[in-house]
């Protein structure tokens, strides 16, 4: 959530708008657009000891208050729902717009709601931030929902399990579909993920105890030397 308060101190202490967006983590479109707004709305350094944060932002941008006839979402809730293998914030906005219908209550719209929540989970849920080094690690897993495939000539539909690999700091990341997770299909996911990246990373770390139990079988560096891949 942008600091509009600690804006307004720096600028009165003479700080540069690029230093300003520098030390608090945010564009200097932000800077400027908070700095055009106090200006306008005659709001100046030092503010009142009374006017809270959410007031302060209100007197700025008065808009970005949602009006009080929207039923506002129970964040506690979405929060939990989003720890659930497959729920996505678009079905939670569905969900909670149904609610709203049937209560005959208006809902925020969707880019409103995401924001809202962004907004929660950043001032109520503490994080940490996870340095990752390029190529150091790999993180595995088969996928929490499995795919299907159709047969195009008998019309079959055969379950296929897809297998992730994921580099943590670029990003990077190879997915493939398998009809078993047998060990073959295991090793073999490996082999073509490092074909894919052109390359080995030092630490595999799966993500549970039967991947761990299937990645122990192996010896991945052995397999992808005899590929030659490093």
Known sequence: MTNYREILRLHNHGISQRSIAKSLECS?????????????????????DSLSDGELRQALFPEQELPASRKAPDFEYVHREMAKSGVTLSLLWAEYCEQ???AQEIPYMYTQFCKHYREFAIREKATMHISHKPAERAEIDWA??????????????IPAYVFVACLPFSQFAYVEAFLTMNQESWT????NAFTHWGGVPRILTPDNLLCKALHNKFNVKQIIMQRRLI
Not at 28 to 48: I, Q
Not at 144 to 157: F, K, L, Q, Y
Not at 188 to 191: G, K, M, N, P, R
């Open 100 to 102: 709203c219908r049937l």
């Open 28 to 48: 200097r479109n932000t800077v400027a657009s908070t700095l055009a707004r106090a200006k306008g709305a005659g709001v100046e350094w030092p503010l009142p």
């Open 188 to 191: 073999a996911a490996h082999v």
């Open 144 to 157: 929490g929902n499995t795919a299907t495939i159709i047969d195009n000539i008998t019309g079959e539909v």
